[in-house]
């Protein structure tokens, strides 16, 4: 789950993924208890519903240069994560290298690669397609949650993912574009789904607030890097820009990270996945009533098709 604005390392391959997705313990048997799994669903839907919300402010910072405002974006985040996991408990050791890759591998894909692809995809490629290949993020993860931790998939869950897919898209609408433009949005889709994968196996020993902290913390660098090399020269921000990076570093970042993070210490990625369709759907409706516009019929029925999806899914045992 990352923002919708924006050298990937090799992926970590699966057989060695597997083992560290397989479920804690201690988190299985949370997951089973009616509190914890109310809690991990509001925080996955306020994580989702945040974010697809904030769809008017992201757009007011698009025309600042991309790889720099990012690189401001998650420094801002970062100097607000990093004392909140210093005040954690002290881990028994320091990170092991395949925590440093994990992380590595988390900030490059879920964060700058997911950003730039998104950029590239929407270059050729309209936005509703763009989001309705993002908005398969809910059946990818209904897939390769489950193979990662070595378990069938829930044919329930697929299900719902199936409709949450479906309702997006008719929420987003239909456009065009062209095979570049759908390569891109693949490469944003499947970074989206990263996002989620490579923190699984990080949160039960680093916690959602050490491991938001820590990519981050790798996300500026690389997103230095990238405005170095870019030919759109970093400036001050205008006051409405200024606004909108406040907004999206402190609030967006940091807020949306924690209650995602925290949702997946509780509900797999598979049943967490499902609250991605609600990304579309409150981009569109608080669209809508911030331009006092009403809702198309296709609208209405692609929100209602992610609502009946997502209460299927939430009754998956």
Known sequence: MTDTTASVPPPVPAPALAPALAPVPAAAALSRGRSPHLTGTLRAAGAMTVLGASTGVTA????????????????????????LARRRPRLAHRLTPRELALLLALSATGLFGFNLLLVAALRHTDPAVVGSVVGCTPLLLGVAGP?????????????????????????????????????????????????????????????????????????????AVAAALSPAALRMPTGGELL?????????????????????????????????????????????????????????????????ALLFGAAAT
Not at 153 to 178: E, I, N, S
Not at 255 to 278: E, H, I, K, Q
């Open 60 to 83: 007011a910072f698009s025309s600042y240069p991309l790889a720099g405002g990012q690189a401001l974006r998650y420094t801002l985040a970062a100097a607000i994560l990093l004392p």
């Open 147 to 223: 193979l990662l931790a070595r378990r069938r998939p829930a044919a329930r869950l697929l299900a719902a993912a199936v409709l949450v897919v479906c309702g997006a898209a008719l929420t987003q609408g239909f456009g065009h574009g062209d095979a570049l433009g759908l390569l891109y949005a693949t490469g944003t889709l499947l970074c989206e789904a990263a996002f989620s994968l490579l923190a699984v196996p990080l949160l039960p020993r680093l916690g959602p607030v050490r491991v938001s902290a820590y990519t981050t913390l790798l996300a500026v660098p690389l997103f």
């Open 244 to 308: 909108a990076l406040l907004y999206l570093g402190p609030v967006l970042t940091c807020g949306a990270f924690l209650l995602w993070y925290s949702a997946l210490t509780v509900l797999p990625a598979d049943r967490a996945g499902l609250f991605g369709g609600l990304i579309p759907l409150t981009a569109t409706l608080s669209g809508a009533a911030l331009t006092a516009t009403a809702p198309t019929p296709l609208q209405l029925l692609g929100a209602a098709l992610v609502t009946g």
